[in-house]
């Protein structure tokens, strides 16, 4: 059963000025050394790093709270060894919310084009709750 949804959008050029005014102090609050490792691995960083940044976004709002509550970090996006694609890894206090949500599955959308990345979250919960 679908307990929350969320989107978030994020524009390309505010995460590359955010970068070049805080510097990798600003990547570390917000994302997780693989999360950084990948995206820097990418020829358009700033896009996979923005479509994370709106993914993390996107699924605080799924779950109900905003992000002084539950730190960004806490939010992980990986990728499917097989598939590549985008999941959700929960750590610390998002992982103790979404259990006291009883939910167990976090599905996560990911696009970006030149100037705009987007993600889109749906959790589910147990059904019977």
């Not at 992980?76 to 992982?95: M, R, Y």
């Not at 949500?101 to 959790?123: K, M, N, R, W, Y």
């Amino acid at each position: 059963m679908v307990c929350g949804i969320g989107v978030d959008v994020v524009e390309i050029l505010r995460m590359k000025k955010s970068s070049l005014r805080f510097g990798r102090r600003f990547f570390e609050r917000v994302f997780t050394d693989r999360e950084i490792k990948y995206c820097q691995s990418k020829k358009r960083s700033y896009e996979h790093l923005s479509a994370r940044f709106a993914a993390k976004e996107a699924v605080l709002k799924s779950l109900g709270v905003g992000w002084p509550i539950i730190p960004l970090k806490h939010i992980e996006v990986v990728n499917d060894p097989f598939t590549g694609a985008p999941e959700i890894q929960l750590h610390g206090k998002a992982k103790y919310l979404a259990a006291s949500l009883q939910a167990h599955t976090i599905h996560i959308s990911l696009s970006h084009s030149e100037h705009f990345a987007t993600a889109f979250a749906v959790v589910e919960r147990k059904t019977g709750y």
